[in-house]
Nanobody
Framework: QVQLVESGGGLVQPGGSLRLSCAASGFTFTNYAMYWYRQAPGKEREMVAGISTPGSHTNYDDSVKGRFTISRDNVKNTVYLQMNSLKPEDTAVYYC????????WGQGTQVTVSS
């Protein structure tokens, strides 16, 4: 049974930091590129960051470059998103996504940036 379980979301003040985690199981994690997406109320889901299977290549949406860092631990089957200098516009539900020939989604974790 494939599972992607996100954690680490919450309420944070502008300028603060959060670290999201996504624990994967039920498939060969090392064969899948991993991504973080987000969806704000009334908006389409958008890609935030991606990382290749060995973790040597990463890409980011322009809106988070220099503030967010994606990483993966292929022993723990976990992908992370370190989010620094958070802004109110980063408020969204954040989803983990595993992609190869097919894709798997997690359930999402809420991130709210507000004073």
């Amino acid at each position: 049974q494939v599972q992607l379980v996100e954690s680490g979301g919450g309420l944070v003040q502008p300028g603060g930091s959060l670290r999201l985690s996504c624990a994967a199981s039920g498939f060969t994690f090392t064969n899948y590129a991993m991504y973080w997406y987000r969806q704000a109320p009334g908006k389409e889901r958008e890609m935030v960051a991606g990382i290749s299977t060995p973790g040597s290549h990463t890409n980011y949406d322009d809106s988070v470059k220099g503030r967010f860092t994606i990483s993966r631990d292929n022993v723990k089957n976990t992908v992370y998103l370190q989010m620094n200098s958070l802004k109110p516009e980063d408020t969204a539900v954040y989803y983990c996504y595993a992609r190869r020939n097919i894709g798997y989604w997690g359930q999402g974790t809420q991130v709210t940036v507000s004073s």
